[in-house]
């Protein structure tokens, strides 16, 4: 998985913002509360398996779930569902 | 009594012990030069054998070469010192004393570990990690995104709980 189509996916179905530093840093906001910070390495180098790992954590989902978000199928309903499933908003 | 000495009891007879022609004595047990170690490792005298054996053992180390086998585990922030010929170990722990601006009251440690062409610094605790081809760039990286996660913390407080436990957490440690 390529860094930024993590990050154009995280921007087109999470509406997450990124803020341009060292890496890209953004913050997923619900009902004006920030719940998670996710960090995506600049470029278009292949992401790692650590890495990806890592992302996915920052986002409170799985590996395969980021991959689905990537790709497609995986968008915002379903991200709220996981997150109300894991008690965290 | 000298008498009873003299001829002594059994006991305390003792007779010299001459080594039969062409072995060494060596502390009261005879050596044959001819004598096979592999004998002693219980193989025999035969060399049936003997070069799959010395395939087995470990290479001998030559005499003018020190080994040396650096532990970075406990290796303080200002002395991490990796030179590119000694391989990382799969997982190894530093101790980093200040970040990039802020120093620390308490030292945090980071885990380093290869990730495809390069290195992943995370830390224990807090969802951040830095990411580079080197490690030492990797550890600032996650010194900088703990710093920058302590900053956006204190700029405003709607955040979640799990934020708020880290973000007090940030405050025990670092020192402004």
């Known amino acids: ?3 930024n189509r993590i990050k154009r996916a995280c921007e087109n179905k999470l509406g997450i913002t990124f803020r341009e530093g060292g890496e890209f840093n953004g913050w997923f906001v619900y009902n004006g509360i920030k719940i998670a910070r996710v960090t995506i ?21 799985t590996c395969e779930q980021l ?17 109300t499933d894991k008690k965290l908003i | 009594m000298n008498q009873l000495l003299h001829e002594g009891t059994a006991s305390n007879l003792s007779l010299p012990i001459v080594p039969p022609p062409g072995i060494k004595q060596y502390s009261s047990v005879f050596l044959d030069p001819s004598y096979s170690p592999w004998q002693f490792y219980g193989f025999g005298n035969t060399t049936k054998g003997r070069e799959e054996i010395e395939k087995l053992m470990p290479p001998p180390i030559p005499e003018n070469r020190i080994v ?3 532990n970075y585990s406990n290796c303080s922030d200002s002395t991490i010192y990796l030179p590119s010929f000694i391989p990382l170990q799969p997982k190894q ?32 605790g807090l969802p951040l990690y830095g990411y580079d081809e080197d490690l030492h760039i990797a550890v600032n990286k996650l010194k900088q995104e703990i710093e920058n996660l302590f900053i956006e913390l204190e700029e405003d407080q709607n955040y979640s709980s799990e934020w708020k436990v880290m973000h ?5 440690i670092i020192n402004r």
């Open chain 2, 68 to 70: 040396i086998k650096p």
């Open chain 1, 1 to 3: 998985m390529r860094a």
């Open chain 1, 41 to 61: 390495p600049k470029g278009r180098k292949e992401v790692p398996p650590g890495t990806l790992d890592s992302i996915a954590d920052q986002l409170k989902i």
């Open chain 2, 93 to 124: 722990i530093f101790k980093i004393d200040q970040l990039i601006k802020f120093r620390l009251k308490k030292p945090l440690y980071v885990t380093v570990e290869k990730d495809g062409p390069g290195f992943l610094a995370k830390c224990k």
């Open chain 1, 67 to 83: 991959k689905y978000l990537e790709k497609c199928p995986f968008k915002l309903p379903h991200y709220i569902f996981e997150l």
């Open chain 2, 168 to 172: 007090s957490f940030l405050r025990r």
